[in-house]
């Protein structure tokens, strides 16, 4: 705590939203003009950009709004701040690495879970992580994944060589070959690549050498956010709201998974759906026996298991009723459809 205290004592201010930014405009001045090195470019950036020469204390108290992103570039802003001066998200989360929170007696740069990350995001309180990654527990029930799942560490995410805002997270790095790891980093923060690309977002996008999920499309040249939602609330979603479209157009939270959401006439196809799906629902448990003859059944592999037994990939949402030879069978919500559930394994029979 005392590492974070203006050698000059804290500024207080009765607001509250106003007190804590004060802070850290007059300890940005103390730490700038007595640091030797820095000290000529924090002057000349400070005429640069128009600031009171006293620091950004001074500027602010003279009515001007302090923006880090004047110095400091940002690629959420497109403001590509002074030239020498660090992007500001490698100066924020580089600086803040080694710090330790008194909350926790840790540093920041040893936290494994969100509460480190939602010390400055947001979240305690409004749950920014809420979808279907961030619900997922394990069996005694502890949160599976937080933040640095995703993004490593806040060295990690500090390292000079990203390009902040565009080198992101993807959902391959974990969702690949009908496995899913639990972490998209290895041991140095960079994201796994493996060569499957079934659940991949698109190269390039939205500039050459970026990969990001938000401009990437999917079947039917959709968002892949128009089946998943947004980033960090993914269907199923925490959040009622969040899962308003996916309710809408079939009836439950989840991926958009059924064809008749869409298609007024369901196209039978074997692998023409989402990710190379199938037609799913009678018809298609009408219509597989053909291509699943013989070598045909090497392609149902990926998502019903080596074993043809079932994984999550082959789960079923939703309850359903579907007829078979002999009458009719029932599967409960979360059942891993399999070869098995209706006739002796693959081979049909
Ligand atoms: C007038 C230009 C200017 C503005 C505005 C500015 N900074 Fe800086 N800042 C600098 C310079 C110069 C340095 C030292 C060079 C570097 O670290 O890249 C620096 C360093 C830092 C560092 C590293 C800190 C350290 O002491 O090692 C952090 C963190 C930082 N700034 C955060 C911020 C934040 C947050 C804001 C907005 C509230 C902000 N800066 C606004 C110029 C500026
Ligand atoms: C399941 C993986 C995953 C987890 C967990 C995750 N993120 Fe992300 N995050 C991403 C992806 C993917 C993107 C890029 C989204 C895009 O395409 O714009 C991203 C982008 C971001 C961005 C840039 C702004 C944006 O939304 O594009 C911030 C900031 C961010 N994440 C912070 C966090 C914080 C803080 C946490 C923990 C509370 C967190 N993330 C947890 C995958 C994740
Ligand atoms: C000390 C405050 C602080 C902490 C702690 C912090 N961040 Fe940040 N983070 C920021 C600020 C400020 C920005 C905005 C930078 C900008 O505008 O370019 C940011 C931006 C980001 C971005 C988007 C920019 C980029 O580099 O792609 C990501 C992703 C991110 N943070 C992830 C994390 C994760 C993951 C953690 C926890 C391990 C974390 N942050 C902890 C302050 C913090
Ligand atoms: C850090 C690894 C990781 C990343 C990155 C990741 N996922 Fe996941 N995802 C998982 C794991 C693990 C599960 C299984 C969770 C569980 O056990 O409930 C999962 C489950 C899912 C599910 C199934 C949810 C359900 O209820 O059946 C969907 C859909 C999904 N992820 C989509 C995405 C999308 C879209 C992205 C990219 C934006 C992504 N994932 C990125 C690890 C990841
Ligand atoms: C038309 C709707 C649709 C679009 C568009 C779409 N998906 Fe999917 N996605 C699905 C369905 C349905 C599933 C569930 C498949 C299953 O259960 O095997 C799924 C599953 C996933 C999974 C999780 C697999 C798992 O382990 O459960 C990921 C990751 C994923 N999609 C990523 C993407 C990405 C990246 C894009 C964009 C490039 C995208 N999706 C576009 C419908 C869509
Ligand atoms: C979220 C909406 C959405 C869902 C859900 C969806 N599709 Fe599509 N699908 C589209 C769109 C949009 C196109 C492109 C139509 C065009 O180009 O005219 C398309 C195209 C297709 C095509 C190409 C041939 C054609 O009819 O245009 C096939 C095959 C197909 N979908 C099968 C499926 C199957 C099977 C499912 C269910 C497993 C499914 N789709 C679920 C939106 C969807
Ligand atoms: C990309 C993943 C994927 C592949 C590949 C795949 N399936 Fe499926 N399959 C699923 C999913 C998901 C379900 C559950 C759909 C549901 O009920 O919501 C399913 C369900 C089924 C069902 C029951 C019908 C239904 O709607 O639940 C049959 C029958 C079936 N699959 C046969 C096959 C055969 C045969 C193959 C190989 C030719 C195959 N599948 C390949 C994902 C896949
Ligand atoms: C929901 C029930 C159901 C599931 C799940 C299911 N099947 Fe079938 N399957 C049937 C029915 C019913 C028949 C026979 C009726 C028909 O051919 O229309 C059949 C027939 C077959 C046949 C033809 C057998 C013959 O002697 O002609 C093959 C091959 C087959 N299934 C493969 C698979 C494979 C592979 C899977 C798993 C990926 C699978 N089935 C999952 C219901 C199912």
Request: aromatic share 6%.
């Amino acid at each position: 705590m005392l590492a974070a205290k203006p050698k000059a004592g804290w500024v207080n201010d009765a607001d509250p939203e106003k007190d804590w930014k004060k802070n850290i405009l007059r300890l940005h001045d103390e730490r700038k003009f007595a640091d030797p090195v820095n000290k000529p470019l924090y002057v000349q950036a400070l005429a640069k950009v128009g600031y009171n020469a006293a620091g950004l204390e001074t500027t602010a108290a003279g009515g001007k709004p302090v923006l880090c992103a004047a110095c400091h570039s940002s690629n959420a802003l497109q403001a590509s701040g002074v030239f020498g001066v660090r992007a500001l998200t490698h100066a924020l989360h580089t600086l803040h690495a080694p710090v330790t929170d008194p909350a926790t007696n840790q540093t920041l740069n040893a936290g494994t879970n969100r509460s480190t990350c939602y010390t400055c995001h947001p979240g305690s309180t409004t749950q920014c992580l809420r979808g279907a990654m961030g619900n997922a527990v394990d069996t005694s029930g502890n949160q599976e994944m937080g933040c640095q799942s995703c993004h490593g560490n806040m060295t990690n995410v500090g390292n000079v060589a990203r390009t902040g805002w565009l080198q992101e997270p993807n959902c391959q790095a974990c969702h690949h070959d009908g496995v899913r790891e639990t972490v998209a980093v290895d041991a140095n923060g960079l994201p796994l690549v493996w060569t499957d690309t079934r659940f991949a977002t698109n190269p390039n996008v939205p500039a050459s050498g970026y990969s990001l999920y938000r401009f990437s499309t999917g079947h039917g040249a959709l968002q892949c956010e128009a089946c998943h939602g947004a980033t960090h609330a993914e269907y199923p979603s925490s959040h009622s709201q969040d899962n308003a479209q996916s309710l809408d157009l079939q009836g439950y939270a989840g991926p958009v998974v059924e064809c008749t959401a869409c298609h007024t006439t369901v196209p039978n196809t074997t692998t023409g759906g989402p990710h190379g799906m199938h037609t799913i629902g009678q018809a298609w448990v009408s219509a597989h026996h053909d291509v699943a003859k013989g070598s045909g059944q090497q392609a149902c592999t990926v998502c019903h298991g080596a074993d043809y037994r079932g994984t999550p990939l082959s789960k079923t949402r939703i309850a359903r009723t579907f007829k078979v030879e002999n009458g009719s069978k029932t599967f409960a919500a979360g059942h891993d459809m399999n070869c098995y559930d209706c006739h002796n394994g693959p081979s049909g029979g």
